[in-house]
């Protein structure tokens, strides 16, 4: 609404005529009603004393009142006359037309009525003014009148002439005014309206102090230094908003960055690829100019460079470039206080980016691999702009840091679970193969052969050349025909057999699909004879301990050593069968070869006691 305001000066100029118009109209009421009472006041004066005039005339001119009428009517042309009857009519009249009318009709009864009564009365009813004389009640009532409005109409043009030349005097005076008010209060509208614009940011505006004096000059010399330390906060503020924006902006971006690099290396398993994967992500995803990752060597003096992405960092890969812990570069001193450091290309940092592999860097950022409290390496990142990395980011990046030392752990103990495992494959298939051979040395060799009728076992020792073929190389053999195919049965590296499968002369040859079907059934034959070996295994072991067990439950009842000896020897005897079994006690006291000696012979279940013989 402040916009549709009129100018200052305008509302003034208005604001003075509003204000002088009102005394000035009351003004104007009171001298108009002052002037219609002194301008009544004599005309009825005047009336009354025509009207006197008037009726000392009929004294004289009896008969003659039209006459005497018509001739005061050309001396007051301005006045009428008439005489009046005692019945209300008109005697004379200075109206002709109206003698022996009645004045009932025409002045109405009650003013008539008034006339008639009195010898001498003034009267004034709207805008007619009368005045009446007789010497007495018997005789006819003179009566002079005359019109008010006609009366007064010049002084009412006087006073409204006088009237309005005071208002254009004041219309005069209020417009001056005005103009002087606009003039002197220029300044301060040419400042209200620079205000205005600063306070709607129109910081771009200027005021123009020329002609300015006083007060107003010093006034619109403040306001523009106010502006224009305004005008320079808010730039510093939009400045700053903007690069707070960028920070955040880049802070996102690098956070998402973090989360993509975490996820992508968490289901990495292999510690040289995890490596090498990782410093490729973070190079596509941050932008970095080298990333190379350091792992400590095992007495944890150097930091061995690992991996990297750039083209410097795959030379200096070639040449095993490792740096001391605690005193080389970045690097050094991250592994060796466990925490992070930036290197600018300004100042003392500048002597950090002296390699000539990777001769852009002008900044480095060296951030420690911790992972449960210690110390596995350092994450190193270089870039070609010489102040890209801030305190800000190291929170971002020692993040990644730890979610890659973390990663790093898990494969370092993945492998290490990995070897454990594949040591106790290799071992437990040492002990089965060794199992399998002494089986098959002890054991004649067995086959069987599968035909519509049903199944048959064989004794041959000479093995079907396709089946030796499998069994010595380990390898599927097809027959010419396809129509045969030998698979090697083998158990944890170890070959202990061979299966044949023979399709009838009229069938087709055998196919992928029924090739993988026939590995599946050799690999599950070898899962099954192990299975059972193990199983017969169990069983031999658990006679084992129970036949221990049942020897020493009888040698436990026996007090005596003959008896004990004895007992043992008899026991082993029985169930180990054709082995000779000795013991033998060997007294201490002279060092001789002094001994009790039991034998058993394997075909005899008795046993023999010899005193001091040797076996």
């Given amino acids: 609404m402040n916009r549709f305001r009129a100018p200052l000066s305008v509302r003034l100029a208005l604001w003075i005529i509003v204000f002088s118009l009102g005394p000035l109209l009351t003004a104007y009421m009171f001298m108009g009603g002052q002037m219609r009472e002194a301008y009544t006041a004599a005309r009825l004066e005047k009336l009354e004393n025509q009207v006197r005039t008037y009726s000392a005339g009929l004294e004289h001119t009896a008969g003659g009142e039209q006459v005497l009428i018509e001739s005061l009517q050309r001396v007051l042309p301005e006045d009428q006359f008439f005489?009046?009857?005692?019945?209300?009519?008109?005697?004379?009249?200075?109206?002709?037309?109206?003698?022996?009318?009645?004045?009932?009709?025409?002045?109405?009864?009650?003013?008539?009525?008034?006339?008639?009564?009195?010898?001498?009365?003034?009267?004034?009813?709207?805008?007619?003014?009368?005045?009446?004389?007789?010497?007495?009640?018997?005789?006819?009532?003179?009566?002079?009148?005359?019109?008010?409005?006609?009366?007064?109409?010049?002084?009412?043009?006087?006073?409204?002439?006088?009237?309005?030349?005071?208002?254009?005097?004041?219309?005069?005076?209020?417009?001056?005014?005005?103009?002087?008010?606009?003039?002197?209060?220029?300044?301060?509208?040419?400042?209200?309206?620079?205000?205005?614009?600063?306070?709607?940011?129109?910081?771009?505006?200027?005021?123009?102090?020329?002609?300015?004096?006083?007060?107003?000059?010093?006034?619109?010399?403040?306001?523009?230094?106010?502006?224009?330390?305004?005008k320079t906060l808010v730039q510093d503020l939009e400045q700053r908003v903007v690069d707070r924006t960028r920070e955040l902006e880049q802070r996102a971006v690098q956070l998402r960055a973090t989360a993509d690099v975490s996820k992508a290396i968490t289901s990495v398993r292999n510690l040289e690829e995890l490596l090498q994967q990782t410093t490729a992500l973070i190079n596509e995803r941050f932008g970095y100019y080298h990333v190379g990752i350091f792992l400590l060597d095992e007495r944890k003096e150097y930091a061995v460079l690992s991996a990297s992405n750039s083209a410097g960092g795959t030379r200096m890969l070639e040449k095993k470039h490792q740096l001391k812990v605690g005193e080389a570069g970045l690097v050094g001193y991250a592994t060796a206080n466990a925490r992070a450091r930036i290197a600018l290309d300004v100042g003392q940092d500048a002597v950090f980016f002296d390699n000539p592999d990777l001769p852009h860097t002008r900044s480095e950022i060296a951030l420690p691999l911790i992972a449960s409290g210690q110390i596995l390496g350092a994450l190193d990142a270089q870039s070609t702009e010489p102040q890209a990395f801030t305190e800000d980011d190291i929170a971002t990046l020692q993040s990644l840091a730890d979610q890659i030392a973390l990663a790093i752990q898990n494969a370092n103990l993945f492998n290490e679970t990995e070897k454990a495992l594949e040591t106790a494959r290799q071992g437990f298939g040492e002990v089965s193969r060794d199992a399998w051979k002494r089986m098959m040395r002890y054991q004649p060799r067995v086959g069987f052969l599968a035909t519509l009728p049903g199944a048959i076992e064989t004794h041959s020792e000479i093995m079907e050349s396709s089946m030796s073929t499998a069994f010595r190389t380990g390898d599927i053999v097809f027959s010419d025909d396809g129509l045969s195919i030998s698979l090697p049965i083998r158990i944890r590296g170890e070959t202990i057999g061979a299966i044949r499968l023979n399709k009838s002369e009229i069938a087709e040859a055998w196919t992928q699909e029924e090739t993988n079907l026939a590995i599946s059934l050799s690999d599950q034959l070898s899962g099954a004879l192990e299975s059972a070996r193990l199983y017969k295994e169990s069983q031999q072991r658990a006679a084992r301990e129970s036949l221990v067990s049942d020897i020493s439950a009888r040698i436990g009842a026996s007090s005596r050593v003959e008896a004990i000896v004895r007992e043992t020897v008899q026991e082993l005897g029985q169930v180990i069968g054709n082995v000779r079994v000795t013991f033998q006690l060997q007294d201490e006291s002279n060092g001789s070869a002094q001994a009790k000696k039991q034998r058993r012979d394997g075909i005899s279940a008795m046993g023999k006691v010899d005193d001091g013989g040797t076996q």
Avoid: C
Avoid at 91 to 103: E, L, V
Avoid at 191 to 199: D, E, T, Y
């Fill in 83 to 230: 005489l009046l009857g005692l019945d209300g009519r008109y005697i004379a009249h200075s109206d002709p037309s109206k003698i022996g009318a009645s004045a009932f009709d025409d002045l109405g009864e009650r003013i008539t009525n008034q006339l008639l009564a009195r010898e001498a009365a003034t009267f004034v009813n709207n805008d007619l003014m009368l005045a009446s004389y007789r010497r007495s009640l018997t005789d006819p009532v003179a009566v002079s009148f005359s019109s008010l409005s006609r009366g007064l109409a010049p002084l009412s043009r006087l006073t409204t002439s006088i009237v309005l030349q005071l208002i254009f005097g004041l219309v005069a005076i209020a417009v001056a005014a005005g103009f002087v008010m606009h003039w002197m209060l220029s300044p301060s509208s040419q400042i209200s309206r620079f205000a205005a614009q600063l306070g709607n940011r129109e910081f771009l505006a200027t005021l123009d102090t020329l002609g300015f004096r006083g007060e107003m000059a010093l006034i619109a010399e403040s306001l523009k230094d106010l502006s224009e330390k305004i």
